[in-house]
């Protein structure tokens, strides 16, 4: 059997830390872009509401100059949605973007939900990796069973996190 030098697990670790922390930024950068076009397509969406939903207008611009999407959908759906002093065309197309505003805000809750998971599951394992690196290298042998299992784990956790990272670009990349 080969010997193993406890180098090896220092570079390995602190690859896998940085790569992923690498990655995440990149991530991040890639998400952010896409969900503030996202908002900025809901702000579209809720301009037409407000000039045309039965319900409080006031109450509408409050909640769109705050940013508060789900709260304009949730009063313009208990208005009826359907405004008495709008044609039925202009009715069809608020409706239109109503919908279009839903399937947006969303898209939006779903990517802040995948990305807070990454976030999480990245931050798990880059502190897995600081923490086995030390504990490999001084109170282990380099070449014991644990000390080769705790250097799969890590790389396994590694793993997911990179696949969760595509599923998440996959998800943000999405029309």
Same mark, same amino acid.
């Given at each position: ?33 896409? *969900? ?25 611009r409050q909640l769109q100059s705050s ?16 405004s008495p002093d709008q044609s039925a065309?202009?009715?069809? $197309? ?8 839903? $399937? ?7 990517? $802040? ?6 976030? %999480? ?43 969760? %990272?595509?599923?998440? *670009? ?6």
């Amino acid at each position: 059997m080969h010997e193993i030098d406890a180098a090896v697990y220092l570079t390995t670790y602190s690859t896998l830390a940085s790569t992923l922390a690498g990655a995440f930024g990149f991530l991040v950068a890639v998400v952010l872009f896409v *969900m503030q076009g996202i908002n900025t397509h809901i702000s579209y969406c809720a301009g037409s509401l407000v000039a045309g939903s039965p319900a409080d207008r006031h109450r509408l611009r409050q909640l769109q100059s705050s940013g508060k999407w789900d709260e304009i959908v949730k009063l313009h759906a208990l208005a009826g949605q359907q405004s008495p002093d709008q044609s039925a065309d202009d009715n069809r $197309r608020m409706d239109e973007q109503f919908q279009e505003m839903r $399937r947006a805000l969303a898209r939006l809750v779903t990517l $802040r939900h995948a990305l807070s998971q990454a976030m %999480y599951l990245t931050g798990f394992v880059i502190l897995a990796s600081i923490i086995s690196m030390p504990l490999t290298v001084f109170f282990l042998d380099p070449n014991s069973p644990v000390a080769m299992t705790l250097l799969s784990l890590t790389i396994i956790s590694a793993m997911f996190c990179i696949r969760g %990272y595509f599923k998440l *670009m996959l998800t943000a990349v999405e029309p």
